[in-house]
């Protein structure tokens, strides 16, 4: 296997000079010269708003985080979790709507890496093409998809009245308002799965996979027992950052339902109600309580998925 | 690209990050620079327009920023909630945030500054503009923009239908709009806001005018009264049975809007404010046969809000804050009010809209229905709480059952026992 | 090519129908914003109608608006440089070393609900003076970067065989040496992939340029808001501005696609 790699001759035509004494100590300690630095950066600007959150949760923080407040300890937390009005169908829409456009994504996002796999001719223009729902403003995405699912002067409905269906609500319906979000979503995202699907895929060699083909394996075949395999870092990749942004999806749901996620919270998931709670009620210790509810909840995700496909 | 060439380019920014963090970064020193918030407005425009004017003659130099409304208030969250010093003058709206700005501490008190110059004359501000930006007896904003909820109606469909003109009562407004909805199908007879939070404003005006109000003077919740229930049962019954198909439950002013300007609604109670939207031929498919009347009179007669919607007001912890009020009387004198007045924005002075000068350009009707509005308005579109959001979802609840046909007596109930927990909960 | 004429045409049907309905809506919005406002709520209009160039007049008429694409592309650019410096090697070393916790620290940032962090961010910066400069938009665009490409790239390193560092070493390379001359151009179409990416967010992003930015240093997507006004949307001129927007971003996708590609060739030289 390891005749294919370009080797390098030896180091003097590479034109490297002996190792000084500071880099030996570098290639020693490597393992944290090289991880440190994210680390820490990322630690020093997530340290002081972690605390102050859960500061906040343990108080009665409202109208002004400056004002007088006090510690209530776990009051908060009591006072959540058995909010059946607006916490737990946040969770239940936050799970709903975080299954079915990961699921859609992944599966659409692996057809198109898989077409776009061999060359040809124009795929630059239609990589291109595919990347522009992530581009394209967000801001704008969401009121311009808010337009076209009017019920009356959207264009949604003036497709559909073409071929005889009668126009839907859309986003004005109680119940159809979570699933056209989640249409949305899965416009706008599947590209980004698709981009990094397809980095791992040009990566992997052709020849398991052309090996199986002459061993006479189906298409199918083919696919799930070799690609996907060799494919599954990649995969969990995807998953997982997918995922997280999924949980936390707000852009969307704000832009085309508006505060509160609709007059009856038809879109309200965890990070809408934060948010409404932060910038709307000014409740800032059921807001902190919130979303370090939330917090947890992804970090259990995360654990489970982690563990499961992880090396 | 070679590996050290991109290592090259990264560093780079590394390098100006570095710089850059120290020096451009935020407050200037020097109180003659003044950091100014505002929203995006007819009335920003014209202002912005006439700043160079006010730096030279006060030599100060003004820092602006202009943001949509919405964003306007996440960053006023946030900045205040810090509670730094980088920003000086405020423009807010007094009936959504001024009460919890004011109770925060968060608004200077400019008792003595705007009554300390003569010719500013604070006297010539109308009355219930000022009782809004009035905390305990202090002083903490000056009303820049007034609004009324007037009735937008669509001349060509009222004559068509044989009508003598607009409706003058809510129950002549049923009947043309369900005769017009008739004659012509694919237009709805009326149009409003649908929102559960956006509506309340709108809906208040029906509220007035039915004898019922939010709260009693005890600060009670006075939802129980059965001419609420009346109010609520016409405002989501004129949208149920004469409204858009199909309608969205949480349309504010934007969509319910763009229906009208498509053509497809006779008439639509809104803000006044938002009139060009509506006679403005880029914009609005019916610009030419669009007019305006008083809101139609209930059983109390007619009673539309009259209230200020934006107000400017000084950080009380701005280092800048003389400055700072130097902007704002200049802003709200005499003179920069007519102009924006002739601009299209209503003003807050009385003189202003005494004089001719300032009532030119607009539609007449506009005018007609402005001045009336004025003499009978109500001085609040929505409850008058710290807690703005909760109390309008609360009270906006009912709103959207009656819209969608849900039991609208028990849905006023309910509301009217959370509103009244909510307001002892507030005390 | 071993593929059948059938596997062929179906190929070319399924990129063509993903490529309509990817770029429909937004063919719809740079056909709006060459229409008047209310050609753009008549359903009528849709296809044909009478252009106008008004809008895009606006727009670019608008005091400061290139400076805006200035500001948006100076901070995207170096947000995304200076988290590639700190994430490709983090990413290399705990693919290495299997250092998932550690990995799960940098993706905690990620994690983090973005409203947490407004006001104690603020603060903060507030203090130092750095609010309203470009330092402080960088450093909140890369605390959102960084674990983008932490992550993607530890999922490309993961698929490349120790065995390539190995034999470098072999011929006297530094394990560092190796990765510079071995591992890192292998992994170029893994660093074009997430450089876009992590692009593409920065350039989007809202939420911190709105608190964090000064009015010098307003990037795009806050600037777009000018068009939403109180009492009135310019819908033309959202429309014109979101696509003059998104035209930055086409070419340095395009670009960028360069490196993407050149990970056919690399692919086949792997064991």
Not at chain 2, 413 to 427: N, T
Request: hydrophobic share 50%.
């Amino acid at each position: 296997m390891n005749e294919q790699v370009t080797r390098p001759a030896d180091r003097t035509t590479l034109g490297i000079k002996p190792t000084p004494g500071w880099a030996r100590w570098v290639n020693e300690h490597r393992k944290w010269v090289l991880a440190a630095p994210a680390m820490i950066f990322v630690a020093a600007l997530i340290v002081f708003p972690l605390v102050w959150t859960m500061y906040l949760s343990l108080t009665d923080a409202e109208g002004s985080v400056r004002a007088d407040k006090e510690f209530i300890g776990l009051g908060n937390y009591l006072k959540v979790l058995s909010d059946t009005e607006r916490f737990w169908p946040a969770v239940g829409r936050t799970a709903l709507f975080t299954v079915v456009v990961l699921t859609f994504e992944m599966i659409f996002g692996m057809v198109i890496a898989l077409l776009l796999r061999r060359s040809f001719k124009g795929e630059r223009l239609v990589r291109l093409a595919i990347l522009m729902p992530l581009v394209a403003t967000p801001v704008a995405v969401g009121m311009m998809w808010r337009l076209i699912f009017d019920p009356n002067i959207g264009l949604a409905n003036a497709a559909l009245a073409l071929v005889k269906i009668p126009p839907q609500p859309w986003l004005a319906g109680q119940y159809t308002a979570l699933p056209t979000t989640m249409l949305i979503d899965i416009w706008q995202w599947t590209p980004m799965v698709a981009l990094i699907l397809l980095a791992g895929l040009t990566s992997l060699s052709d020849e398991p996979d052309e090996a199986a083909q002459i061993d006479g394996a189906s298409t199918w075949q083919r696919f799930w027992h070799v690609t996907l395999p060799l494919l599954m870092p990649t995969v969990i990749v995807a998953l997982l950052l997918r995922g997280i942004d999924a949980l936390k999806t707000f852009d969307i749901l704000y832009a085309t339902k508006g505060k509160g996620g609709g007059s009856y919270h038809e879109v309200e998931t965890l990070n809408v109600y934060a948010y409404g709670l932060s910038f709307d009620y000014n409740e800032y210790g059921v807001s902190s309580t919130v979303l370090i509810l939330f917090f947890l909840i992804i970090i259990g995700c995360m654990w489970a998925l982690a563990g499961r496909g992880k090396k | 690209m070679k590996r050290s060439t991109f290592l090259g380019l990264a560093l780079v920014p590394a390098a100006a990050t570095a710089l850059s963090a120290c020096s451009d970064g935020g407050a200037s020193s020097g109180s003659t620079t003044l950091r100014v918030i505002l929203a995006n407005h007819v009335w920003t425009e014209a202002i912005k327009a006439a700043i160079p004017d006010f730096e030279k003659s006060s030599g100060l130099k003004v820092e602006l920023t202009t943001l949509g409304e919405d964003q306007l208030s996440d960053q006023y969250n946030v900045k205040l909630n810090a509670g730094t010093g980088d920003l000086d003058v405020m423009m807010y709206r007094p009936l959504q945030e001024g009460k919890l700005f004011a109770k925060n501490g968060w608004m200077a008190d400019l008792t003595s500054k705007s009554k300390a110059d003569k010719a500013y004359d604070w006297a010539d501000f109308q009355e219930s503009p000022i009782k809004a930006t009035t905390y305990k007896d202090k002083v903490v904003g000056v009303p820049i923009i007034t609004e009324r909820e007037v009735l937008y109606y669509r001349k060509d469909l009222v004559q068509k239908a044989g009508f003598a003109g607009p409706p003058k009562t809510l129950d002549e407004l049923k009947a043309q709009a369900a005769k017009i909805a008739t004659d012509n199908p694919g237009v709805a007879g009326f149009v409003a806001r649908t929102g559960k939070s956006p509506a309340v404003t709108q809906f208040s005006s029906f509220l007035y005018s039915y004898g019922a109000d939010w709260t009693t003077a005890d600060g009670k919740s006075a939802l129980d009264n059965p001419k609420a229930l009346d109010a609520y049962k016409m405002y989501g019954g004129l949208i149920k049975d004469y409204g858009p198909k199909n309608v969205s439950t949480d349309m504010s002013w934007p969509q319910a809007m763009a229906i009208f300007q498509q053509g497809q609604a006779a008439f639509y109670t809104e803000a006044d404010s938002l009139y060009k939207n509506a006679t403005d031929p880029t914009k609005s498919k019916v610009a030419d046969t669009v007019g305006f009347a008083q809101f139609p009179a209930g059983p109390a007669g007619s009673k539309p809000y009259n209230i200020p919607s934006w107000a400017l007001g000084v950080n009380k912890a701005s280092t800048n804050q003389d400055n700072a009020w130097k902007f704002i009387a200049w802003a709200t004198s005499k003179e920069m009010s007519l102009k924006t007045q002739q601009a299209g924005v209503p003003s807050a002075r009385n003189s202003v809209w005494a004089n001719p000068e300032g009532v030119k350009g607009y539609p007449k009707d506009i005018v007609d229905a402005t001045l009336a509005s004025v003499k009978v308005g109500v001085d609040h579109d929505r409850p008058v709480v710290v807690k703005v959001s909760q109390a309008r979802e609360l009270v906006g609840a009912p709103i959207v059952d009656a819209i969608t046909g849900k039991d609208v007596a028990a849905s006023v109930a309910d509301a009217h026992k959370k509103f009244d927990a909510f307001l002892a909960d507030e005390k | 090519m071993r593929t059948s004429p059938a596997y062929r045409v179906f190929r070319v049907v399924a990129i063509v129908l993903i490529v309509v309905a990817m770029l429909l809506p937004i063919i719809w919005m740079v056909m709006s914003s060459f229409k008047t406002n209310i050609d753009i709520f008549d359903t009528a209009k849709t296809i044909f109608f009478a252009p106008t160039l008004a809008n895009y007049t606006t727009v670019l008429a608008q005091a400061n608006y290139l400076k805006f694409v200035w500001n948006s592309f100076l901070v995207a650019f170096a947000a995304t440089a200076l988290s590639l410096l700190l994430g490709v090697p983090a990413a290399y070393s705990m693919s290495r070393f299997s250092m998932n916790k550690s990995a799960l620290v940098v993706l905690m940032a990620r994690v983090i609900p973005g409203v947490s962090l407004l006001v104690p961010w603020y603060y903060v910066f507030s203090n130092l003076r750095m609010v309203g400069g470009y330092g402080v938009l960088i450093l909140s665009h890369m605390f959102v970067s960084l674990p983008l490409i932490v992550y993607i790239m530890m999922g490309f390193f993961d698929g490349l065989p120790t065995e390539l560092e190995e034999s470098g070493e072999v011929d006297g390379l530094t394990p560092l040496g190796a990765f510079w001359h071995l591992t890192l151009p292998l992994s170029t179409p893994g660093v074009a992939t997430a450089g876009v990416l992590s692009f593409i967010f920065s350039w989007n992003n809202f939420m911190f340029a709105l608190v964090l930015a000064g009015a010098n240093t307003k990037t795009l997507p806050v600037a777009i808001f000018d068009f939403v006004g109180y009492a009135s949307i310019d819908w033309g001129g959202l429309m014109a501005a979101s696509s003059v927007v998104t035209l930055p971003i086409m070419v340095i996708a395009l670009f960028a696609q360069k490196y993407v590609v050149s990970g056919l060739t690399a692919g086949a030289t792997k064991g």
